[in-house]
């Protein structure tokens, strides 16, 4: 079985890049962060896909991969607004609640559904979300989810994770209609598209740059202060996630994949914690073991 290994490198990934999306956000806003994730990304994706040759390309990809772009579209700008606002630590276990809305899509979608021990699994990651939102001493079981509806950056998150329970079927479903390589170019470029003309208007106004300059030109000045470097790495990270994720679903459902992604939110928090300074180590630990062992569960019984 090698998919559990794409699944668990694509989780590294996504811990990373969340964490270098963190900074990026904080310093050029939401849709900036979402337009430059593509874009920088776009050129390794493409040059994955000439090497792994154009495949023939069924004709249920093309509305599969519009809903999917438009959904993400969605689902990124949710992110990195959260991102910007909120705990890197409690942003990212509360994305792996995604599972729980996965297995209803994709049997309406595929007719397929996980057996006992993938249930099992996804029980397991859900409740270690529950864990790494715990607070010691709380007398109330539902304190955490209290406290998550007053956090305005958790409401964002918890959409996400419902939009992706959506879409991330619909990788699976477009991937197998054409290629990994394919999709993963084909959603990256249709992302950076949607998101440049919100990226113009992102651009600081005339009062904050010479009047004789374009939107393009003013965009460009904005991103000069983050850098080149650090634009490049945003995509790579990215990229390499994208990439991992995707041949992983040409090999095992979705609901699998994105359980096992989801355990990224381990190294999430301990790059919270460490990094940025949040939340209290001790419970979200905690939390983290639990989250392991629902992706253990996931790979030996799923």
């Known amino acids: 079985m ?19 999306s963190t900074l990026v956000s904080r310093r050029i806003g939401a849709v900036l962060a979402s337009w430059t994730l593509f874009s920088f990304a776009v050129p390794i994706l493409g040059a994955y896909l000439l090497l792994r040759g154009i495949p023939e390309v069924q004709p249920a990809f093309w509305p599969a991969w519009a809903v999917a ?21 409690l942003i990212y276990p509360l994305l ?13 979608l595929l007719r397929e559904a996980p057996q006992a021990g993938g249930f099992l699994g996804i029980g397991l990651v859900v409740t270690g ?13 539902l304190a955490p989810f209290r406290a998550l509806a007053r956090d305005g950056s958790a409401i964002k998150a918890l959409a996400v994770s419902v939009i992706w329970s959506g ?15 394919f999709y993963g170019f084909m959603l990256t470029a249709g992302l950076s598209i949607l998101f440049l003309p919100l990226a113009l208007m992102a651009a600081p106004d005339e009062s904050e740059s010479p009047p004789s300059r374009s939107r393009l030109a003013r965009l460009r000045l904005r991103l000069a202060g983050l850098g080149r470097g650090a634009l490049v790495l945003h995509g790579l990270l990215f990229a390499c996630m994208l990439m991992l994720q995707m041949e992983a679903l040409t090999l095992a459902l979705a609901s699998y994949v994105l359980s096992i992604k989801r355990a990224g939110a381990v190294v ?9 300074r949040e939340g209290e180590l001790g419970p979200r630990i905690a939390g983290t073991l639990v989250t392991l062992a629902g992706a253990f569960v996931l790979v030996l019984l799923g």
Do not use: C, K, Q
């Open 129 to 141: 979300v529950y864990l790494l939102n715990f607070r010691p001493g709380t007398m109330s079981f």
């Open 69 to 89: 772009t438009i959904g993400n579209m969605a689902a990124w700008y949710l992110f990195f607004s959260a991102l910007r606002t909120g705990d890197l630590s």
């Open 2 to 20: 090698i998919w559990p290994l794409l699944a668990g490198g694509t989780a590294l990934f996504y811990a990373l890049h969340g964490g270098w």
């Open 268 to 276: 999430a928090v301990l790059v919270g914690y460490f990094a940025f």
């Open 167 to 181: 879409t991330g079927t619909l990788d699976r479903f477009a991937v197998l209609e054409s290629s990994s390589a």
């Open 96 to 108: 792996a609640l995604t599972p729980i809305f996965v297995p209803a899509v994709e049997w309406a």
